[in-house]
């Protein structure tokens, strides 16, 4: 692995002395293992779904090798319904138990 001008480590990049991070972050994946490890796995082209993917499996895989980490997945999303629209306004007078709820 190589050093960003950032500091931060990319597997096959740039070439050279490090320059050290002022507090700017990479684009890419972080490992997550450890938050002073700088590897950060690039996605190109950023795009792609299978390059997301396969920077997703070599970050795992470091994650592992480096620091014998397994990320565990702590929520799930379910389906958006963002695509729905707003929901359906109600037609018609307000129900009279309605009227009486309001403060």
């Known amino acids: 692995m190589t050093e960003r001008p950032s500091g931060r480590s990319l597997a096959g990049e740039q070439t050279g002395p490090p320059m050290r991070s002022m507090g700017v972050r990479t684009s890419g994946l972080p490992c997550r293992a450890n938050h002073d490890c700088e590897v950060v796995f690039n996605v190109t082209p950023s795009d792609s779904m299978d390059a997301l ?9 470091h994650e592992l090798e480096a620091h014998g980490y397994t990320h565990i997945v702590t929520t799930t999303l379910g389906p958006s319904t963002f695509a729905q629209g707003p929901a359906a306004r109600r037609r018609g007078r307000k129900r009279r138990e309605e009227e009486l709820n309001v403060i």
Do not use: M
Request: hydrophobic content about 35%; proline content about 0%.
């Open 53 to 61: 993917r396969e920077a997703a499996s070599r970050r795992n895989a």
